[in-house]
């Protein structure tokens, strides 16, 4: 079963993604903001889903940190984030963030992103 970090502080979105990505067969980790997620990565996901507004330590900087780390660099990030601005995905790419997604989430179109994040990454 492929393990995904979902790291997210809106306990709406958060249970209703978790419930959505079980059904699809994956097993959910979740940490509800930066920190917690810095913490909680070291238990190798095999994919992140970072919600990139989030208290305590956003998303920019947890993604910098995962990805500055040699333990856990390589494991995809998806930004997730309501900001669907000019300029939103290059700076998530720019963080560190391997893909970008908005929301509301689209399950489809996000579960695609993943599946070719993970496809990569076992090539």
């Known amino acids: 079963m492929t393990r995904i970090l979902l790291v997210e502080d809106n306990e709406l979105n958060r249970d209703m993604l978790t419930r959505r990505l079980q059904r699809r067969g994956y097993e959910v980790a979740v940490a509800i903001n ?3 997620a810095l913490q909680r990565v070291r238990d190798r996901p095999e994919l992140v889903l970072m919600d990139m507004s989030l208290p305590e330590m956003d998303g920019w900087e947890a993604t910098r940190r995962i990805k500055a780390d040699a333990a856990t ?5 998806i930004a997730l984030t309501a900001h669907a601005m000019s300029g939103d995905r290059e700076k998530a790419l720019e963080a560190g963030c391997d893909d970008f997604d908005t929301k509301p989430v689209d399950l ?13 990454g076992a090539a």
């Open 73 to 77: 660099r390589a494991i995809p990030v």
């Open 108 to 120: 489809e179109r996000l579960v695609g992103k993943m599946q070719a994040l993970l496809a990569r």
């Open 34 to 36: 930066g920190l917690e």
